[in-house]
């Protein structure tokens, strides 16, 4: 459970302080109704479309288990190697707040669906050390998302707001909270951890794990302790949108705890708000105790029994994980950025695909973490949106490789490609745009001799041994193809007109 | 079993209930009843029996994941205290819990 390499202490006033953080990372499922109910879960639909008399706790109304949902939890528990409890059962907790119409939120207690597994995360230090670092993974239990709730008043924010507008749609969905052990030792760590588990996630296609729109959130268990003593008083951090958050929190919160404690405080158990405009933690509220959410078993709800032959037939369904995509990627040549950029960018099997339709491993990768992510992410769109397949990354590939496209045209054809959602294959759209390269000697030719011809001097220069002015007629030459020019017939074309 | 006035305060609290002096005193020693009827489990309850939270001995009682209509909106909002652009309007939310 603990950290196979030391991780950097911080400096304080009065000598080394070292952090210690805890991940809660909370999942939306993408299953296509609630976690209780039949109602669809379809996201940015009209306010309280969604909604029935289960999700808004009417009396009498009974929850039932969404089947998938479970199956999925147990799915994520198992890759992120945890035991799945034989038996577990649901509990209410209990408080107020407007967001979750039956006054109690159904999560899981005592003996959560999955437990004590573990995440390896492949970190870079301070020092640009590469370093692998196990977090155990405590728990990961089932429960329900909450409404959504809309803030009117003079500022528009919580604070100062007048009242506040809730929208139930969302209230039900499936929700996994994940907790790890407090095994994180630096903010690097940290944001590798939700990096992973949100890779992990999508891998499996239980969630799009989305941090900008809230399918994936996660709160940060942060406190410091001097080497070797005790745990602190920690504080849990909220409203981190992003990965890039995570990290700037963590930071700050250390500091902060460090100067309060040196300068002879206390740190006082409470949820801190992250302010990513100021770039600050501030009190949100004292932290409740426990005891105060009256936990009890539901007895609208009866036990998950997961028996072995269940649990082994979802280990059989796993698929290839993150971490074993990017070592297969490294071991056929790619660097590990570009196994990384691959993976977590949702390239893989477009990758893998270019790959089996004979492309080199390394050519594919290229083009997939350069051109192909550059292109797919300016027009907002994945590579099944724009109807982009390994076939075409890798026709793209050949077609450069025998000289029919350069590496710029083939820029141009990818564009059309993903223009017509792939209803155009490269070769076609190369044909139909006239993008191909004009490596024909005897059309090329022509054109030197023009390009030669029209400019004495640079050819004089050339002469005189400023070799660099080549430069410019070669730029004169593709200007007249359009771009379409073969730069090294082009080259050799030019030097030899040049020489005669 | 006996509950004091300050625990019975604290659970008032919890469900967000404001009880006068009165009310408390005359709350305890029913609330304590109950508690000493529910305790009665206790007597029989041994070490080799389980604890279980349904008479029933049913597991795994699971739905397919199969959207169902909802509800239409106008009767979602029928219950609604005070409706703003198709939503439920409340007194502005205090920190409390997320």
């Given at each position: 459970m603990s950290a196979t390499s030391t991780a950097a202490l911080l400096e304080g006033e009065t000598g080394a302080w070292e952090l210690v953080v805890g991940l809660e990372v909370h999942v939306e499922l993408q299953t296509a109704t609630k976690m209780w109910c039949g109602c669809s879960t379809d996201f940015?639909?009209?306010?309280?479309?969604?909604?029935c008399p289960v999700c808004t706790g009417q009396p009498g109304a009974l929850p039932v288990a969404n089947e998938q949902a479970v199956a999925d939890a147990a799915l994520l528990g198992l890759a992120l190697g945890c035991d799945i409890a034989e038996v577990c059962r649901f509990h209410r907790k209990n408080y107020f707040y407007p967001d979750l119409a039956k006054n109690y939120q159904i999560s899981q207690y005592?003996?959560?669906?999955?437990?004590d597994g573990r995440l390896d995360l492949d970190v870079t230090t301070d020092e640009g050390e590469q370093v692998t670092r196990r977090v155990g993974i405590e728990r990961l239990h089932m429960e329900e998302d909450t409404g959504k709730s809309l803030h009117v008043g003079e500022s528009g924010r919580l604070h100062g707001a007048e009242k506040s507008l809730i929208d139930?749609?969302?209230?039900?969905i499936p929700l996994l909270e994940i907790v790890s052990d407090p095994d994180i030792r630096d903010p690097e760590t940290a944001q590798a951890y939700l990096r992973e588990l949100q890779a992990i996630v999508r891998t499996l296609g239980v969630s799009d794990a989305r941090m900008e729109e809230g399918s994936i959130r996660c709160d940060a268990n942060v406190s410091v302790r001097r080497p070797g003593e005790e745990l602190g008083t920690r504080c849990e951090i909220k409203n981190l949108n992003s990965v890039r958050s995570l990290g700037r929190a963590v930071r700050y919160e250390a500091r902060r705890q460090i100067d309060v404690l040196e300068a002879g405080g206390e740190i006082v158990m409470e949820t801190r708000h992250w302010d990513e405009g100021r770039g600050v933690t501030e009190t949100l509220r004292r932290k409740e105790s426990?005891?105060?959410?009256?936990?009890?078993?539901?007895?609208?709800l009866v036990e998950i029994h997961s028996s072995r032959a269940w649990v082994e037939q979802l280990r059989a369904r796993l698929p290839e994980l993150p971490a074993a995509s990017r070592a297969r990627l490294q071991q056929a040549g790619l660097s590990a950025e570009q196994a990384a950029t691959i993976v977590a960018g949702g390239l893989l099997a477009l990758h893998d695909e270019a790959v089996a339709a004979g492309a080199e491993p390394v050519a594919v990768a290229n083009w997939c973490t350069g051109e192909v992510t550059g292109q797919l992410s300016s027009a907002a769109l994945t590579p099944a949106e724009a109807g982009l397949t390994g076939a075409h990354v890798a026709e793209l590939v050949a077609l450069i490789d025998d000289g029919t496209l350069s590496t710029k045209l083939a820029k141009d054809v990818l564009a059309g490609v993903i223009e017509e959602r792939g209803a155009v294959p490269p070769a076609e759209v190369a044909e139909q745009r006239g993008?191909?390269?004009?490596?024909?000697e005897g059309e090329l030719q022509g054109i030197v001799d023009e390009v030669v011809a029209a400019n004495p001097e640079t050819v004089e220069a050339i002469r005189g041994g400023?070799?660099?002015?080549i430069g410019a007629l070669v730029g004169q030459v593709m200007k007249a193809t359009r771009g379409q020019a073969d730069p090294k017939k082009t080259n050799e074309l030019l030097r030899a007109a040049i020489e005669a | 079993m006996s509950l004091s006035p300050d625990e019975v305060r604290h659970v008032a609290g919890l469900a967000r209930l404001a009880l006068t002096d009165e009310e408390v005193a005359e709350l305890a020693p029913q609330l304590s009843s109950i508690l000493d009827y529910a305790e009665q489990v206790g007597e029989v309850a041994a070490e080799d029996v389980p604890a279980s939270t349904h008479p029933f001995p049913l597991a795994n009682v699971l739905r397919p994941d199969e959207p169902r209509p909802s509800l239409s909106r106008e009767d979602v909002l029928a219950g609604a205290p005070e409706v703003e652009q198709d939503r439920f309007a409340v007194p502005r939310i205090v920190a409390e819990e997320g």
């Open positions: 940015g639909g009209p306010a309280n479309t969604n909604v005592d003996v959560p669906l999955c437990h139930y749609n969302r209230c039900g426990v005891t105060d959410y009256r936990y009890f078993p539901d007895p609208d993008l191909q390269q004009v490596s024909d400023n070799d660099k002015a | -």
